[in-house]
């Protein structure tokens, strides 16, 4: 992410998800940015182990493949931002299973 296109994605992002990025080298962001367009495999519904998924809202397909969601209540994509207290219960709780 050099030059004008990441001027433009740290004004996209908003001021609080930019000052997180820019705390990190442009190549540091396009090698983790560039593999979540291509996605992992395995999937986490794949993985044969016991699995925990921290999410804003419920996750049918996680749950139907028997990943363990925690709702985190009054949160968005940035969970530990929005509600950092539900945040940290949650992570509890999912290492405590």
């Known amino acids: 992410m050099h030059g004008p296109g990441r001027a433009e994605t740290l004004t996209r992002v908003g001021p609080a998800w930019a000052a997180t990025m820019r705390l990190s080298g442009p190549e540091a962001l396009h090698r983790t940015a560039a593999p979540l367009?291509?996605?992992t495999t395995p999937t986490m519904r794949e993985l044969p182990m016991p699995r925990t998924y921290l999410h804003p809202a419920g996750?049918?397909?996680l749950t139907d493949a028997g990943v363990r969601v925690i709702a985190v209540p009054d949160a968005g994509h940035n969970i530990m931002?929005?509600?950092p207290e539900a945040f940290a219960a949650?992570?509890?709780?999912?290492l405590k299973a």
């Open 37 to 39: 367009g291509r996605g």
């Open 59 to 61: 996750a049918r397909a």
């Open 81 to 83: 931002l929005d509600n």
């Open 90 to 94: 949650a992570t509890a709780a999912a």
